[in-house]
């Protein structure tokens, strides 16, 4: 199982970026998928996720209304598309996929950078 993600970037206070993770390995609309960020010194947080059945969408307080989620089960690649970002968004992002409790990975992460 491979998780791949892509289009991190340095960016400025107010820019946009899309995160992509393409997924490999695994029955991809089996499975919850969501993204995660770590900023220096803090715990890895949820940012936004997106069930297998349904597509129920839920985000950070944080980030609602300037990200979202989506999926491509045709492509098995889910996506993030960030707006109005700032510098609190600055983080390594990662890409989470989930079938269960013992069924789960991880991408490598992709840094974002928000900066002026």
């Known amino acids: 199982v491979q998780l791949v993600e892509s289009g991190g970037a340095s960016v400025q206070p107010g820019g946009s970026l899309r995160l992509s993770c393409e997924t490999s390995?695994?029955?991809?609309?089996?499975?919850?998928l969501s993204w995660h960020r770590q900023a220096p010194g803090k715990e890895r947080e949820l940012v936004a996720g997106?069930?297998?059945?349904?597509?129920?969408?839920n985000y950070a307080d944080s980030v609602k209304g300037r990200f979202t989620i989506s999926r491509d089960n045709g492509n098995n690649t889910v996506y993030l598309q960030m707006s109005s970002l700032n510098a609190d968004d600055t983080a390594v992002y990662y890409c989470?996929?989930?079938?269960?409790?013992?069924?789960?990975?991880w991408g490598q992460g992709t840094q974002v950078t928000v900066s002026s």
């Open positions: 390995g695994l029955t991809f609309s089996e499975y919850d």
């Open positions: 989470h996929a989930r079938r269960m409790l013992s069924d789960e990975h």
């Open positions: 997106i069930t297998s059945v349904g597509g129920r969408l």
